[in-house]
């Protein structure tokens, strides 16, 4: 019986990647071949197809018919052993990783980030909790998790470890009267989170620069508190523009603007294992991807 020929890959993502760039002296270096090589690989290739897949156009290479079903067929056959080595791969991985987060990120960023975490690194444990800014710093700070997102001063902080900068915004449910208390110069009711808080400060600095005068209404321990007492209108928050909730919305106008706020990834000081590193990168995309999305609301 004869034995099935077989199209060797290598030969195959040479061919691939010299068409793609347009150059086989190109493709040559980006795969860290010799140019004697890669002629040697696509001679290969003919001989295992039995046609020829390239013709000379003056200086340069054209592709043949047969050159041009092959590259379709081609880019398909590396997608899939490449798919195929990563899980395979992925497989082998093990490890735990701590992952710290703001309230803010708990609806929608960490669902997604976990889902991600549990298709690619099955075999990954993943411990994620959602507490205040100062506590995440705290066990950051002594190495008690692995990565924590956390809200900074953008002219106080270690700038390597900005993400990003967002806009702070005065958030109030569509209900409240807020030109009723600027007209009569009533004390503004403010809903914050309990001090020491970042985003806090920032509210009430903002407000005493233009002599807004205001009071503390509700001050709580957790987002879900402060966001449960905005809604039922008993005053107006400030929050980093990235999980508002749609029930509420943000005042444009009437207010002083605030400042931004930067948002930073803080690691512990020790050595990082492969799982950790894989995590990291998961973690900066999903955390991208969710940031877009509000960028083009």
Not at 35 to 47: G, R
Not at 121 to 134: D, E, K, L, T, V
Not at 183 to 198: H, M, T
Not at 256 to 261: S, V
Request: proline fraction near 4%; charge should be neutral.
């Amino acid at each position: 019986m004869k034995r099935p020929e077989s199209i060797d890959l290598d030969a195959l993502r040479t061919f691939v990647v010299g068409i793609d760039l347009g150059n086989f002296t190109l493709a040559a270096n980006q795969l860290c071949r010799s140019t004697s090589a890669v002629s040697a690989q696509l001679k290969k290739l003919e001989q295992q197809c039995g046609v020829k897949l390239l013709s000379k156009s003056g200086r340069n290479l054209r592709l043949t018919e047969s050159g041009e079903l092959l590259l379709s067929y081609g880019k398909k056959m590396l997608s899939i052993n490449d798919e195929a080595l990563q899980a395979i791969q992925q497989q082998t991985i093990h490890g735990a990783v701590s992952i710290g987060l703001q309230e803010d990120f708990s609806e929608r960023l960490l669902p997604n980030l976990l889902g991600r975490i549990a298709r690619s690194f099955p075999n990954i444990q993943i411990y994620a909790q959602c507490g205040r800014n100062n506590t995440l710093k705290e066990e950051s700070l002594h190495n008690k998790i692995d990565f924590a997102l956390c809200w900074e001063n953008p002219l106080e902080m270690n700038q390597e470890r900005l993400i990003t900068e967002v806009p702070q915004h005065w958030i109030a449910s569509p209900s409240f009267d807020l030109s009723s208390y600027l007209s009569s110069g009533k004390p503004l009711p403010l809903i914050l989170l309990e001090a020491p808080c970042i985003i806090r400060d920032a509210a009430i600095k903002t407000l005493d620069q233009e002599n807004i005068p205001w009071k503390i209404a509700v001050s709580g321990g957790s987002l879900s508190g402060i966001w449960g007492a905005v809604n039922a209108g008993l005053g107006i928050t400030v929050r980093a523009d990235l999980g508002i909730p749609n029930s509420l919305a943000v005042i444009h106008h009437e207010l002083p603007k605030l400042p931004t706020i930067g948002l930073s990834l803080l690691e512990s000081s020790l050595k990082k294992e492969k799982s950790q590193i894989l995590i990291k990168e998961l973690l900066l995309d999903e955390l991208q991807r969710y940031i877009f999305q509000f960028s083009i609301r």
